[in-house]
């Protein structure tokens, strides 16, 4: 069983800054690509950023310039530092991980954070 728990969300005003965790917690062997996606309210759920195993970053175009992802030095942690912050960036944030539990690989999702950007 492998659980993803995100924080860091919340509200902050146009051109703030917040950065979202997600640590991977339970039994597997390694993980490979983890990711941020969110999904607004009446909107799909979309990725936001995401890195490989490699350190291999990939962020989608409504983030470049503001948005970071990066893993921690246990490898099962990922980050997301989200600058410049904009009304539009409002949404449930979700991380995803793509585990290798040593018998089957699987996609595992968090619960979800709220980011709120208000005027």
């Known amino acids: 069983q492998v659980q993803l728990v995100e924080s860091g969300g919340g509200l902050v005003q146009p051109g703030g800054s917040l950065r979202l965790s997600c640590a991977a917690s339970?039994?597997?062997?390694?993980?490979?690509?983890m990711g941020w996606y969110r999904q607004a309210p009446g909107k799909e759920r979309e990725l936001v950023a995401r890195?490989?195993?490699?350190?291999?970053?990939n962020v989608a175009d409504s983030g470049k310039g503001r948005f970071t992802i990066s893993r921690g030095n246990a490898r099962n942690t990922v980050y997301l530092q989200m600058n410049s912050l904009k009304p539009e960036d409002t949404a449930v944030y979700y991380c995803k991980a793509n585990v290798w539990t040593g018998a089957v690989r699987d996609d595992y999702w968090g619960q979800g954070t709220q980011v709120t950007v208000f005027s």
């Open positions: 339970g039994t597997f062997f390694s993980i490979n690509v």
């Open positions: 890195i490989t195993s490699g350190g291999t970053t």
